[in-house]
Antibody, heavy 117, light 104 residues
Framework: EVQLVESGGGLVQPGGSLRLSCAAS????????MNWVRQAPGKGLEWVAN????????YYVDSVKGRFTISRDNAENSLYLQMNSLRAEDTAVYYC??????????WGQGTLVTVSS | SYELTQPPSVSVSPGQTASITCSGD??????AHWYQQKPGQSPVLVIY???KRPSGIPERFSGSNSGNTATLTISGTQAMDEADYYC???????FGGGTKLTVL
């Protein structure tokens, strides 16, 4: 069974940092592009970043470029999102999602990040 | 950046057909996917590559994509279909703003 389990969310002050993790199981993690998608409270989905199977290509939404870094450890079957210089508008539930090439077929349960003083 | 526009809300009576649109520049030239999200839950892929259903998705869900508009159609809508629906343009990964489907 495919499982994606996010962790690392919490309350952080503006300007602070946080590192999210996504533990993958039930599939060959190194075979898939992986994504982070976020959802602000009461708002819609926003794609944040993705990373190629071997980590050689990474893409970001403009609003997080230079502040967030996506990475992966295929040996540990884990996806990460390092978030620096956090702003109030980064407050959201962050989901990791597997790119099946035909859409995001599998999603984690999400982890809540709250940026507030 | 690429933008997708959806109506904020759509209402439908049980048993009737619901149509949710998604508009974007030359969207018909790209693959469109659709996700369903119920309150407190993670999104679920219901249509991929314009008109294909993943395993486990009921046949009442269908899709089309032409010109500048992709459409999600739910035939014989049931109360359990009440949810938020999001379109996605595959090449850019961009999501539409979402449509709240109310079944009343």
């Amino acid at each position: 069974e495919v499982q994606l389990v996010e962790s690392g969310g919490g309350l952080v002050q503006p300007g602070g940092s946080l590192r999210l993790s996504c533990a993958a199981s039930g599939f060959t993690f190194s075979s898939y592009w992986m994504n982070w998608v976020r959802q602000a409270p009461g708002k819609g989905l926003e794609w944040v970043a993705n990373i190629k199977q071997d980590g050689s290509a990474k893409y970001y939404v403009d609003s997080v470029k230079g502040r967030f870094t996506i990475s992966r450890d295929n040996a540990e079957n884990s996806l990460y999102l390092q978030m620096n210089s956090l702003r109030a508008e980064d407050t959201a539930v962050y989901y990791c999602a597997r790119d099946d090439g035909i859409g995001f077929r599998y999603w984690g349960q999400g982890t809540l990040v709250t940026v507030s003083s | 950046s690429y933008e997708l526009t959806q109506p904020p809300s759509v209402s439908v009576s049980p048993g009737q057909t619901a149509s949710i649109t998604c508009s974007g520049d030359k969207l018909g030239d790209k693959y469109a996917h659709w996700y369903q999200q119920k309150p407190g839950q993670s999104p679920v892929l219901v249509i991929y590559q314009n008109n294909k259903r993943p395993s486990g998705i009921p046949e009442r869900f269908s899709g089309s994509n032409s010109g500048n508009t992709a459409t999600l159609t739910i035939s014989g809508t049931q109360a359990m279909d009440e949810a938020d629906y999001y379109c996605q343009a595959w090449d850019s990964k961009v999501f539409g703003g979402g449509t709240k489907l109310t079944v009343l």
